[in-house]
């Protein structure tokens, strides 16, 4: 089944880079485009508080943006579709992920100067890591010409399993002449043994499996994300994969700061892959974290013909 690139398309600069890099992508996975186009992101919906009328009304207005980006996607070398929704919800990301699996989303990386846009990004990752669905962070100074051709992953010494949906992005780092780099982050000393374990846990998890075997390389660092930003720039990166585990909830916390910051500061598209939590079957477990996140009745979401 072809993967789905679900896009978060706009108007701007930042959105349209995303595009543009999405459809490189899809073209090279021979994958498939949904420019999708919201207005707000949250947990809970927000049209619970307001009249019914008033959320149809805000449906209606959409119908001049879905139909410029219809004519947007006829532009592109993929085929695309386009899905409107007043607001991105945790149903709403399970149903789009639902309908079009498996799914990759792709968002676009915004600067500190536009405070709105950011808090936007900040809760769509949250909603869809939450429900975990890979998603692809792209920086506004991605090429759009050419897919990734090097592919750093940042690995440490636990092994990982990977879920089906993140599976379905293997064939990213298939393409010919893509060459992959193993970093391992390590602070205080030395850790050869670490690095050692971080590639075979890379290996194991089936990931590059088939592939000539990564190189392998250590970095010292106070902080992870600074790092791996470091590793990045050390080997000329045009993009960086890293793992979203399922942990104890301090755990969790740290991880998700780690992942924020380098969403919002590599100066390369991050690529998010979330890894199968323990016992739980990968085919179910995006749906099973996105059920649980909370229990809202898909309200909002409408194909835009």
């Known amino acids: 089944m072809a993967l789905s690139l679900i896009v978060f398309a706009g108007f701007?600069?930042?959105?349209?880079?995303?595009?543009?890099?999405?459809?490189?992508?899809?073209?090279a996975m021979v994958g498939q485009l949904v420019l999708l186009?919201?207005?707000?992101?949250?947990?809970?919906?927000?049209?619970?508080?307001?009249?019914?009328?008033?959320?149809?009304?805000?449906?209606?207005?959409?119908?001049?943006?879905?139909?410029?980006?219809?004519?947007?996607?006829?532009?592109?070398?993929?085929?695309?579709?386009?899905?409107?929704?007043?607001?991105?919800?945790?149903?709403?990301?399970?149903?789009?992920?639902?309908?079009?699996?498996?799914?990759?989303?792709?968002?676009s990386q915004v600067d500190e100067d536009r405070p709105v846009a950011a808090d936007m990004l900040t809760s769509c990752v949250e909603i869809l890591r939450a429900?975990?669905?890979?998603?692809?962070?792209?920086?506004?100074?991605?090429?759009?010409?050419?897919?990734?051709?090097?592919?750093?992953?940042?690995?440490?010494?636990?092994?990982?399993?990977?879920?089906?949906?993140?599976?379905?992005?293997?064939p990213l780092?298939?393409?010919?002449?893509?060459?992959?780099?193993?970093?391992?982050?390590?602070?205080?000393?030395?850790?050869?043994?670490?690095?050692?374990?971080?590639?075979?846990?890379?290996?194991?998890s089936g990931l590059v499996e088939g592939l000539p075997t990564p190189e392998l390389r250590g970095f010292q660092h106070e902080h992870y994300e600074q790092g791996v930003l470091a590793a990045a720039l050390d080997s000329r990166a045009d993009l960086v994969v890293v793992l979203a585990r399922h942990r104890s909830y301090f755990g969790n916390l740290f991880h998700r700061s780690v992942t924020a910051k380098l969403l919002e500061n590599c100066p390369v598209p991050v690529l998010v892959l979330p890894a199968a939590a323990p016992g739980v079957a990968t085919e179910t477990s995006a749906l099973v974290a996105a059920t649980g996140i909370a229990n809202t009745v898909l309200t909002g979401l409408t194909p835009a013909f």
Do not use: W
């Open 12 to 27: 701007y600069p930042p959105a349209r880079r995303a595009v543009k890099y999405a459809d490189v992508m899809a073209q």
């Open 37 to 107: 186009h919201v207005n707000r992101a949250s947990l809970f919906d927000p049209n619970d508080l307001v009249a019914q009328g008033y959320h149809q009304e805000e449906l209606a207005r959409q119908t001049d943006t879905a139909a410029i980006l219809y004519q947007q996607a006829q532009s592109l070398q993929t085929t695309a579709t386009v899905e409107v929704a007043t607001d991105l919800l945790p149903a709403v990301a399970q149903d789009l992920a639902n309908r079009y699996q498996p799914a990759l989303f792709v968002l």
């Open 131 to 170: 429900g975990g669905y890979p998603l692809l962070v792209v920086s506004p100074t991605s090429p759009t010409d050419h897919p990734p051709r090097r592919i750093l992953i940042a690995a440490d010494r636990e092994p990982f399993t990977l879920t089906a949906e993140a599976q379905a992005l293997r």
């Open 173 to 204: 780092l298939a393409q010919p002449g893509v060459e992959i780099i193993v970093a391992h982050v390590t602070s205080g000393v030395e850790d050869d043994e670490g690095c050692a374990l971080a590639l075979r846990a890379v290996q194991a």
